[in-house]
């Protein structure tokens, strides 16, 4: 899938994405000679199948996680599915969550939340952030393309 | 006058989205994952219930007991029943950073199955618009088969067999995502009716440039009758490997192994 400003003859370049939350995608592709931007705005069945080839529109920063789409997926995994996947996962030093954040990882379902409270908590550490809110999940999941997490 | 519009090859500029450059990414993660194991063994059927899960679990322990480092993909994602018949308790499965470390049966058999993941009973569910299912269901499912390969810590291992749903689908998912399609080692048992629906799955196989490995005729001493095993050999000019009675013993599946591997 890609983008071209016929005007100018140039190919667009991706720009930002962000994900609702009601399973629908919006990604921006910006020309770089006029700079008009255009939308892509998926439904959920396109967004869905996007999803499940793993790949990203706009692509990501991190590394796939081990079994990253079985475990966002997968809606009847177990909850002791992986010995590891609640402790307290990511490398070196920790960042603490605030109490909104806490509650709402809680809500994440335990075959999920190992992978999920990883992500969050590399994304923090590689971008200096102390503490965990809301509204880091919701940036971190738009940058980093994780529908549903 | 139409526009000038540019084809979708001929726009080279890179861009950050580069969804066939993250598709190239799964390719190689899955490589360097097997480039440890010697050999990926396929078992596959084109028909249900003639024993493919029987048959790679009791060739694997063989395998382990041989010598051999053996592994087992359970890739029935809806029917998983590998870790029962390799004797494999269903507990957590430990993840590591870089992959997640397989179950190992009593003989050494490395194992992962949909079965160490799912609830019991419960069959997989994925998250997703119920409405238009069948556009991604399948998707997802050869999704999980990538992650099945890349992402759980096999090893060096010589084999890894995997036990295919019946049917071609999930073979032709499994060749495309190998550095190079899988040996197959099928199996049948004696019927005509078995025969024919093997004989679709070997040559699928065998078009996709797939080596046939043999053929396994289960179920022969009743109460079916036929000679499936022995003409799909002879037509497909490959060895009848085994012909496995009911609860066979462990000498029987001793026996493939080595004639397998050509030292019997
Ligand atoms: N030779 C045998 N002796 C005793 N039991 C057998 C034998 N072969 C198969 N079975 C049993 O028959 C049943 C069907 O076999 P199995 O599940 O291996 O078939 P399958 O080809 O894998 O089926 P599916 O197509 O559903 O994957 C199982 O309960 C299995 O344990
Ligand atoms: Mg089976
Ligand atoms: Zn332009």
Redesign the interface.
């Known amino acids: 899938m890609k983008f071209l400003c016929v005007d100018c003859d140039r190919q667009m370049l991706f720009e930002e994405r962000q994900l609702p939350g009601d399973g629908t995608l919006a990604a921006a592709f910006r020309c770089p000679q006029c700079g008009r931007a255009v939308g892509l705005l998926t439904n959920p069945m396109e967004t869905q199948l996007v999803a499940s080839l793993g790949v990203k529109i706009g692509g990501t920063t991190i590394d796939p996680q081990p079994l990253e789409t079985v475990r966002g997926m997968v809606t009847t995994g177990r909850d002791e599915a992986f010995a590891e996947g609640t402790g307290d996962g990511g490398r070196g030093t920790s960042v603490t969550w605030s109490v909104e954040a806490q509650e709402r990882l809680a809500r994440v379902p335990n075959f999920v939340r190992g992978m999920v409270k990883k992500i969050y908590a590399d994304y923090a550490r590689d971008r200096g952030l102390a503490e965990i809110t809301p509204a880091v999940m919701d940036t971190a999941r738009s940058e980093l393309g994780l529908e549903g997490m | 006058m139409p ?4 084809t ?1 090859h001929e ?1 080279t ?1 890179p ?5 066939p ?3 190239a990414a ?1 390719r190689r993660r899955v490589a360097a994952r097997l480039a440890g194991v010697g050999r990926v063994v396929a078992l596959m059927s084109g028909k249900g219930g003639v024993g493919k899960s029987f048959a790679t679990a009791g060739l694997a322990r063989a395998l382990a007991r041989g010598g051999w480092a053996a592994g087992v993909l359970d890739a029935d994602f809806n029917g998983p029943t590998i870790p029962a018949l390799l004797r494999i308790p ?11 470390e397989p179950p190992v049966s009593p003989e050494g058999v490395r194992c992962f199955s949909m079965a ?5 009973g ?8 119920e ?2 299912s069948h ?2 269901r399948e ?2 499912e050869a ?2 088969l ?3 390969l890349a ?1 759980v810590a096999w090893g060096a291992l010589d084999r890894l067999l995997v036990d295919l749903p019946p049917g071609i689908q999930r073979f032709q998912e499994l060749a495309e995502l190998l550095p190079a399609p899988p040996a197959v080692l099928t199996v049948t048992i004696p019927t005509t009716e078995s025969r024919d629906a093997v004989r679709r799955a070997m040559q699928f196989a065998r078009e996709r440039g797939a080596e046939l490995l043999g053929v396994v005729e289960n179920m022969v001493d009743g109460p079916f009758t036929g000679d499936a095993g022995e003409a799909l050999a002879r037509e497909f000019g490959v060895p009848l490997l085994a012909r496995i009675p009911w609860h066979p013993t462990q000498d029987v599946w001793d026996e493939v192994a080595r004639r397998m591997e050509g030292v019997a």
Do not use: K, M
């Not at chain 2, 861009?15 to 969804?19: F, H, T, W, Y």
């Not at chain 2, 269903?90 to 997640?100: K, P, W």
């Open positions: 526009l000038n519009i540019r979708y726009l500029e861009d950050r989205s580069g969804l450059g993250q598709i799964q269903v507990t957590g499965c430990t993840l590591h950073e870089n992959g997640v160490l993941l799912l609830q019991d419960r069959p997989l569910g994925f998250r997703g618009p409405a238009e556009v991604w998707t997802l999704a999980a990538r992650e099945f992402d």
